[in-house]
């Protein structure tokens, strides 16, 4: 038997729907709009470690023309609207995961904070973390990728004063002394120093410089990926012989700059490297099949990256909903 079902038919198919609701010619009740959201967190298992991602909001960039270099813009556009993504505006996501060890419990870059650079949708990681039950004053260790607005804006609050009071915060020193440096502060970075410095100098004492290679806490290792800036860093992060790579900003677009991985983004410092070093890391992430966590993916921000003919294609995970 053969269904073909038209405009007319389907439209039909409507309305009958709209008059099965009506039983005995009395309409169903109809319950209020709740105007809740779901709370932005996600709890997953990682070997003996506990994982929760928390959110702090998406930050939407809008027109991809200027921001994603290197291919002409239409082409740009399509490769978003061919994803079923608005191609007026390109939107990231903002996933922090939180590892608890059983020892510590660490967390990985803390958003935008108090700056509304990007929009008033940012700044929500603290909301989020209280949502899933985690208390700012339990974490022992915060890891930042690097030191641009969206990743360390959450190390102070809006009276300055640390919202990690017991946390000890890993950097490179490369990243910390390029934007904390007060000599940028008449130049076109003016507006990302300020915001570093802003969120940083208050906790230099607490801050544990790391290396490339170096595992700096239990399970969790650096690998060094420049370009985005100049001490941008991946880690790998692994729990009884489970392990996923939180890829910090090496790519910020699951379609964009995976499917054409050499093309620019004009927020990184040196975007020749930036692409040299997310080609060289991808390839050896995909070649390992080793799960991805990606600050800038769509929630949250879970999954596999496997490699293609021009580029790399990006598998979000189901969501485990058991632990």
């Known amino acids: 038997m053969t269904t073909n079902l038209s405009r007319r038919s389907m439209l039909a198919l409507g309305a009958g729907l709209g008059a099965s609701t ?20 996600h709890r997953m298992v990682l070997g003996d470690a506990e994982v929760t991602v928390v ?11 200027g921001t994603f270099v290197g291919v002409p813009d239409e082409e740009v556009r399509k490769m978003l609207s061919d994803n079923f993504l608005n191609p007026d505006n390109v939107v990231l996501e903002q996933n922090s995961p939180i590892v608890n060890t059983g020892d510590k419990l660490i967390l990985f870059d803390t958003g935008m904070g108090t700056s ?7 700044g929500r990681q603290q909301k989020s ?23 360390i804006g959450g190390l102070v609050g809006a009276d300055d004063k640390p919202l990690f009071p017991n946390a000890q915060v890993y950097i490179t020193q490369a990243d910390f002394d390029f934007w904390t440096d007060e000599g940028k ?3 076109a970075l003016k507006d990302f120093v300020i915001h570093a410095r802003k969120n940083l100098l208050p906790v230099r004492d607490r801050i544990v410089f790391i290396k490339d290679g170096q595992e ?48 620019q983004f004009s927020y990184d410092s040196d975007p020749k490297q930036a692409a040299d070093s997310r080609v060289k890391l991808l390839e050896m992430i995909a070649s390992n099949k080793i799960p991805v966590m990606s600050y800038h993916f769509a929630w949250p921000g879970f999954g596999n ?15 485990q909903m058991q632990l």
């Open 116 to 122: 509304k650079a990007f929009g008033p949708t940012t």
């Open 216 to 263: 700096f806490l239990p399970g969790v290792q650096a690998i060094a990926a420049p370009g985005h800036t100049v001490g941008h860093t991946i880690f790998t992060v692994s729990s009884a012989g489970k392990s996923f790579a939180f890829l910090g900003d090496l790519t910020h677009h699951a379609v964009l700059l995976l499917e054409k991985p050499r093309m």
């Open 22 to 41: 009506m039983l005995g010619g009395t309409a169903l009740a109809k319950a209020p709009k709740l105007n809740t959201q779901t709370p932005y967190w």
């Open 305 to 319: 990256i496997a490699k293609t003919s021009e580029g790399f294609h990006y598998y979000p995970a189901a969501m």
């Open 185 to 187: 502060l008449g130049g």
């Open 129 to 151: 973390m209280a949502e899933a039950g985690i208390k700012a004053a339990d974490i022992d260790a915060v890891v930042c990728s690097h030191a641009h607005i969206d990743h």
């Open 55 to 65: 959110s702090d909001g998406p930050l939407p960039l809008g027109p991809p023309k």
